[in-house]
C-alpha cells in the first residue's frame, strides 16, 4: 500500500454554523496560510435524509434548506475572509454530511471538522462526522479541539506524534514532520507500550517484571522509524520520548502542552476491518488540543 501523502490540494472545512465549526475554520485559514495552499468551505445539505421512505421532501423545505446552507457558508467565508483575504472558495452539496467530505477528501490535502458537532447528522456511521470521516477520508482529518491552539503562545508548544510500531505510524511520522516543519515547531516522538499478556507470560502477573529490556529496545526501534524522515526536514528538532504507559492516557496528558497531536488512524493492537483505532478515537473525543489523523490518499 502506498503510505506517501499528499501535499498537494486544498484545506476543505466542513461548515455547519456551530461553534465548533467555527473553530475548525479559523484553524483551517491558519493551516493553509502555513501550507501555502488553498482553503474551501463545505456544507452539506443533507437532501437524502429528508425522505419519508420514497417520499421527497417539498420544494418549500428544500428551498428553506438551501437558503440555510448558503447563508452558514456564507457567514464562515466573510469571517476567515477577514484574515484569509477574498480567496475563499465555497461548495453546497445535496448529501449528508459525511458521504459529502469523504468525497471532498479525494482532491484535499486535510479535513478539517470541529470537535462540537450537534447536528441530526452526527448519527452516521454509528458515531460522529469526525469519527466517520477519520476512518474512511482519503486524506488526513483534523479534529479542532481545545482553545489553546489560538492563543499567542501556541508556536512554543511542540507537535507531538504517537508511535507504536504499526504500518500507520510512518504516515502519522510523515503527518508530524510536514506540520512541526510548517509550523516552525519541535517534534516530539512519543511511544508508550502497556502489555499486560506480557507480564503474565513471564510469570508475574502482578506487572513487576523489569522492563529495561524492552524500553531500551523500544527506543531503538522509535529511533529508526524517526530517522527515515528526518533528513526531509533538517530544521526540524526532534525529541524522543518512551514510556510504560498506556498509550492513550499518555497522549491525552501530552495533549495539554502540544498544539497538535498527530496519529495513525488504526494502530498495533487494533482488530482487522476495525476503520478507528481506539486511541485515536479516545482522542478525537478527549484531547486537550486539535489531533490529526494521518491517512492517505490510498487508504
Not at 63 to 91: C, F
Request: charged share 20%; glycine share 10%.
Amino acid at each position: 500500500m502506498n503510505r506517501t501523502l499528499r501535499l498537494t490540494g486544498p484545506i476543505v472545512v466542513g461548515a455547519d454554523g456551530s461553534a465548533g465549526a467555527r473553530a475548525a475554520a479559523t484553524w483551517g485559514v491558519q493551516a493553509a496560510d502555513r501550507h501555502e495552499t488553498s482553503l474551501e468551505l463545505w456544507h452539506a445539505l443533507g437532501i437524502p435524509d429528508y425522505y419519508l421512505g420514497s417520499v421527497p421532501p417539498s420544494d418549500e423545505l428544500l428551498r428553506k434548506v438551501k437558503n440555510r446552507g448558503e447563508t452558514i457558508l456564507r457567514e464562515a467565508a466573510d469571517t476567515v475572509g477577514r484574515a484569509y483575504g477574498p480567496v475563499v472558495r465555497t461548495q453546497l452539496s445535496d448529501d449528508s454530511a459525511a458521504p459529502a467530505l469523504i468525497e471532498a477528501s479525494g482532491m484535499a490535502r486535510l479535513i478539517v471538522l470541529g470537535a462540537t458537532e450537534h447536528s441530526r447528522f452526527t448519527a452516521l456511521f454509528g458515531g460522529s462526522v469526525t469519527t466517520a470521516l477519520a476512518g474512511r477520508a482519503h486524506c488526513p482529518v483534523v479534529s479542532v479541539r481545545g482553545h489553546t491552539w489560538d492563543l499567542p503562545t501556541a508556536w512554543r508548544q511542540p507537535v507531538v506524534v504517537g508511535v507504536d510500531g504499526s504500518p500507520a505510524a510512518g504516515t502519522a511520522i510523515a503527518a508530524a514532520f510536514d506540520e512541526a516543519c510548517a509550523r516552525g515547531a519541535d517534534l516530539v516522538a512519543v511511544h508508550a507500550w502497556e502489555d499486560v499478556s506480557a507480564s503474565r507470560s513471564f510469570g508475574d502477573p502482578a506487572g513487576n517484571y523489569g522492563w529495561g529490556a524492552f524500553t531500551e529496545s523500544s527506543r531503538r526501534r522509535l529511533a529508526e522509524q524517526v530517522s527515515k524522515f528526518r533528513d526531509g526536514y533538517p530544521d526540524v528538532e526532534v525529541h524522543q520520548v518512551v514510556v510504560h504507559d498506556e498509550p492513550r492516557q499518555e497522549l491525552l496528558r501530552w495533549s495539554g502542552r502540544a498544539q497538535l497531536i498527530v496519529v495513525g488512524d488504526r494502530g498495533r493492537g487494533g482488530f482487522r476491518g476495525l476503520l478507528l483505532g481506539s486511541t485515536a478515537q479516545s482522542l478525537i473525543h478527549h484531547a486537550a488540543c486539535p489531533v490529526l489523523i494521518a491517512r492517505t490518499a490510498a487508504s
